[in-house]
């Protein structure tokens, strides 16, 4: 048995950014923000927690930046190398089909994603900003929701996205 060690880093580079990617994503939304919103909601360290969470989005907005970069190039590379593969906008096996749903559900994080990092959060910063200096407008708690309803959105696709994975690599 040949191995191809081009697709082999291929495989490792793209699993390195799904789980930086997928388990930051995780980590925020499941672990992080619910804690911060509970001593948010207690006025705990409320100034030095916005400036921690803010810190957090952005480094969180790089790591899944160059994650997408790589996973776009790995996975064009892995799918091109697949038996499975038989062409551009063609689904004619279950293979494709699984490809094509995890596709889908990868431009929607990429859509929320966007959304996110060009729309709420600047907004978000904008508005948290304006609060530390006493002119609160009730904006700050409105982004936050909207925040963590599109960072929900995106966890979703993104189990979609690992369900669609497992189906493609289990068929043979």
Not at 49 to 62: A, E, Y
Not at 111 to 135: D, H, I, N, T
Not at 138 to 145: D, F, N, S, W
Request: hydrophobic share 55%; proline share 2%; charged share 15%.
């Amino acid at each position: 048995m040949v191995t191809d060690w081009l697709l082999t880093v291929s495989l490792f580079f793209h699993l390195v950014a799904t789980v930086a990617w997928l388990g930051g994503l995780t980590l925020l939304s499941l672990i992080i923000m619910p804690n911060a919103r509970a001593l948010l909601a207690r006025r705990e360290g409320t100034s030095a927690l916005l400036s921690l969470l803010d810190k957090l989005r952005k480094r969180f907005q790089v790591v899944a930046n160059v994650s997408l970069l790589v996973l776009l190039v790995t996975g064009l590379y892995q799918m091109s190398a697949s038996p499975f593969y038989t062409g551009f906008l063609q689904f004619d096996n279950d293979w494709s089909r699984a490809m094509l749903v995890k596709h889908i559900a990868v431009i929607g994080m990429i859509g929320v994603g966007a959304v996110m990092q060009f729309g709420v959060l600047p907004a978000l910063e904008r508005a948290s900003l304006l609060a530390a200096r006493g002119k609160e407008s009730g904006e700050v708690e409105r982004l936050r929701l909207r925040e963590q309803r599109l960072t929900t959105i995106n966890l979703i696709l993104g189990a979609i996205t690992l369900a669609c994975t497992a189906i493609a690599t289990a068929i043979r």
